[in-house]
């Protein structure tokens, strides 16, 4: 069965400090997908990467990394001087071949302080 | 695009009554899914569809029912709500050509009295 867990249930920081939200997944599937989702405080959901199992090279957008690691099964999600508007709720999700079944961890609520 | 809409956004209900969460989407999406969202839980999936006429059980199916007779809409329906089913109710959609990103609606809240 797929698992993720997200084991940081709350982070509150700083404006301007970095902060890494953890993710640790379990598939016995060869092709998988991992994605990281924001949920701000109005509720919807914002898709923000998508990652195949075959591909482990790390990604940068802008403030935000990625670090996906097949050997430690992880997918942490690094934000570089974090700012209020990052404050939300973010989900680490598993899906196999074919997403139409996504498993989602606990989720990460990140508040930014001023 | 509208993208994915979903009505209603607040919903009351008592126990025992039935309702309707409807979902559409005007991306052409072969693939359409519902997932509710518990506190501390993250999301788990209800049901999904590969395309019209085609329905699947996700995680957590019992109480609820769904049907895709069109590719734009997909709603789910509970036939006698119980407050167990207080949560907020996501549908997401994705192309089969890219099946591995799902877009998400704005969610239903549900509660049951």
């Known amino acids: 069965a797929q698992k993720v867990t997200q084991a940081q249930t709350e982070i509150s920081v700083v404006e301007k400090e970095d902060v890494t939200l953890d993710c640790v997944y379990e598939?016995?599937?060869?092709?998988?997908?991992l994605f990281w989702y924001k949920q701000p405080p109005s509720g919807e959901l914002v898709f923000l990467i998508r990652?195949?199992?075959?591909?482990?090279q790390n990604e940068i957008s802008g403030r935000y990394s990625w670090n996906f690691q097949k050997s430690t099964s992880s997918f942490n999600f690094t934000i570089t001087a974090s700012q209020v508007v990052d404050s939300a709720v973010y989900f680490c999700?598993?899906?196999?071949?074919?997403?139409?079944?996504?498993?989602f961890g606990q989720g990460t609520r990140l508040t930014i302080n001023p | 695009n509208a993208g994915v809409t979903q009505t209603p956004k607040f919903q009351v209900l008592k126990t025992g009554q039935s309702m309707t969460l409807q979902c559409a989407q005007d991306?052409?999406?072969?693939?359409m899914s519902w997932y509710r969202q518990d506190p501390g839980m993250g999301l788990r999936l209800i049901h999904y569809s590969v395309g019209a006429g085609i329905t699947d059980q996700g995680e957590v199916p019992n109480g609820y029912n769904v049907s895709r007779s069109t590719t734009e809409d997909f709603p789910l329906r509970l036939l006698s709500a119980a407050p167990s089913q207080t949560s907020v109710y996501f549908c997401?959609?994705?192309?089969?050509?890219?099946?591995?990103?799902?877009?998400f609606g704005p969610g239903t809240r549900l509660t049951v009295l």
């Open positions: 997401a959609s994705s192309h089969h050509l890219d099946t591995d990103t799902q877009y």
């Open positions: 990652r195949n199992s075959f591909d482990e």
């Open positions: 991306m052409n999406h072969e693939y």
């Open positions: 999700a598993l899906s196999g071949e074919g997403a139409q079944k996504l498993v």
């Open positions: 598939t016995r599937d060869t092709t998988y997908y």
